[in-house]
């Protein structure tokens, strides 16, 4: 395990790419991720939709719908003939499927550009994982725990509620992850950082799979992951992980 500073170190992951310096999923966010060190790169992928609602065959970067019509959004293809440059060769990839139905056309996309060993794909939907798997025995897998729209902890009508389910997930999540990845189903899980515990990180390592914990826009949080031996750590600001990051961008 490699040290810096006399603390574990643990994988810089730019979200979106760093989306804190440059606008997420594009190739300026890319670029600004591999300028700060990052060791992966994550995105999301999505399938277009038309004003009627119809799919329109292209896959986009993007986190949502109203995200996949911005005027500059990047197709799959493009995100990817940037990240196969020669300047991300030491750089891997996290692939974030946000809908589900369209796996094997993004491994497939992966394979033509000989990206596959570097990616990690990852997603929310359950029903994707067993159809990556099947498509693909290289790229690795992820589960991203748990299954949410929105952050209820910010909300102050909803925290309550969601604290007191946050403790019950902390008790029943590890388990299940757990299981999946000694059944081969997945390789790791990208856990919330509201779940990810010493006990967590600790059942997951004797599992065999690695943690990855998002987002976290906080440099001591950083560092209290960390020293807990996760796998990695993301971030829409990869320099927090030098301790220099800005306040997040206003809306």
């Not at 999946?180 to 390592?205: C, K, N, Q, W, Y």
Request: hydrophobic share 40%; glycine share 8%.
């Amino acid at each position: 395990m490699s040290t810096q500073q006399g603390r574990h170190r643990s994988r810089r992951i730019g979200h979106k790419g760093a989306d804190h310096i440059a606008p997420g999923n594009t190739t300026a966010s890319f670029d600004a991720a591999l300028a700060h060190g990052c060791d992966m790169v994550e995105f999301d992928v999505l399938d277009e939709r038309a004003e009627d609602g119809s799919r329109t065959g292209r896959l986009v970067l993007a986190h949502d719908l109203k995200d996949a019509k911005r005027p500059d959004v990047l197709t799959l293809e493009e995100g990817l003939d940037h990240l196969a440059g020669d300047a991300f060769a030491g750089v891997e990839l996290d692939v974030d499927l946000k809908t589900h139905g369209y796996e094997q056309r993004v491994i497939e996309a992966l394979r033509e550009r000989d990206l596959e060993s570097r990616t990690l794909i990852s997603t929310m939907e359950t029903v994707s994982l067993p159809v990556v798997r099947r498509h693909s025995d290289t790229v690795r897998l992820g589960w991203s725990v748990p299954k949410v729209k929105r952050n209820y902890l910010a909300n102050p009508i909803t925290k309550p509620l969601a604290i007191a389910v946050v403790a019950r997930l902390r008790r029943t999540v590890p388990r299940m992850v757990a299981k999946a990845i000694r059944a081969g189903e997945v390789d790791a899980v990208m856990s919330h950082f509201s779940l990810v515990t010493p006990h967590f990180v600790r059942t997951v390592r004797r599992a065999g799979g690695e943690l990855y914990v998002w987002t976290v826009d906080d440099a001591d949080a950083i560092r209290r992951f960390e020293a807990m031996g996760v796998t990695g750590v993301i971030t829409n600001d990869p320099r927090l992980f030098e301790g220099e990051g800005s306040a997040p961008p206003t809306a």
